[in-house]
Structures are given as C-alpha cells and as structure tokens.
C-alpha cells in the first residue's frame, strides 16, 4: 500500500494542490468515484451511460475548483453537491423515458421487484427538490447537515423539504 492510500483527504488535497501529484489525485478517484457513480446513476434513473458522463464532468470540476474547497464539509460531501449539479443539469437537457424494469440487485421476489419499481416510478413524479431529497437522505443516507451542504441550503430547509417530499410520495402511492 502506498503512503497516499491511507493519507486522508485533506493531505491529499494539499499534495495535489502543491504539485499536481497525480498519485494523489488517483488516490482521491479511487477512493470516492464509486459513491459518485452511485449517486449520478440513482439521480439519473439507472442510466449508466449518464452515469458514467456526470462523474467525468464532476471530477473535470472539481480538480479545477479544487483550490476553493474550503473544508468546511468533508470532500466527499463536496464532490456530491458537484455531481448533484451536474445530474440538475441533464435534467434540464432532457426528459426521462420510463424504465420497464430494475438493476437486477433491486429487489429479490416477484412482489419485492413490483414494489420497487412502484416506488421507483413514484420518485420520477416528484419535483426535481423532492427528488433530491428523498435519494440524498432517505436512498443514499446522508444526514440533513450533509444534505444541506450538497445542496446549498439550510439543515432546516432539508428538514422541511423532506417532510414535503414524503407527503406527496405518500400521496402517489396512495399509502399513509
């Protein structure tokens, strides 16, 4: 194991920002890519290919705004507020066709996968906050501090957003 492997973040950072250390870069890639990718491919509806598209775009700014992060969250919270802005953007771009079907680690009976794709149709009718909100915290499990970081808003503004997101979900599927 190399010595940037177990350095945390915030040394690797500074290693990158002094001399553009490229094993610190692939340290800082490696390590936090593949919750990125989780978070774009949940964001964008399983879409790989967007994916994989958002990640590239979020490291390409990140690297070039790197010298802005101030610490004030954790970089990996960071790089998500990055790559949720880069998701808002194809959004913006496009309309979603609605999948048939699940990633195939969904859900294991017959029932359990008719009851994802319920609830996976049911996200899709929500506003892009609620949305957002329901996949950071409740999906993904970050806390409403982490939340408001990604998004730029209040822990309270989180809160409230979550409560409303939950209320017209629970209305979609017709459940208390």
Not at 92 to 106: C, G, H, K, N, Q
Not at 152 to 167: E, M, N, Q, V
Request: include cysteine; proline fraction near 4%.
């Amino acid at each position: 194991m190399s010595r940037d492997e177990t350095a945390p973040d915030p040394e690797l950072v500074r290693r990158f920002l002094e001399d553009r250390a490229q094993e610190s870069f692939e340290t800082l890639y490696d390590r936090h890519s593949p919750y990125l990718f989780r978070v774009a491919f949940r964001m964008l509806h399983g879409d790989r290919s967007a994916a994989e598209d958002v990640l590239q775009e979020a490291w390409i700014r990140a690297v070039t705004s790197l010298s802005r992060f101030r610490g004030e969250s954790s970089l990996r919270t960071w790089l998500c507020g990055i790559t949720m802005n880069c998701c808002r953007e194809v959004w913006r771009r496009r309309t979603f066709v609605p999948i048939d079907d699940l990633p195939e680690t969904a859900a294991s009976s017959p029932a359990d996968r008719l009851d994802a794709l319920r609830l996976e149709r049911a996200l899709r009718r929500l506003d892009e906050d609620g949305r957002e909100i329901i996949e950071l915290y409740d999906v993904l499990g970050h806390t409403h501090e982490e939340v408001a970081a990604i998004l730029d808003i209040a822990p309270g503004t989180s809160k409230s957003r979550l409560f409303r997101a939950r209320a017209t979900l629970r209305g979609i599927l017709g459940t208390d």
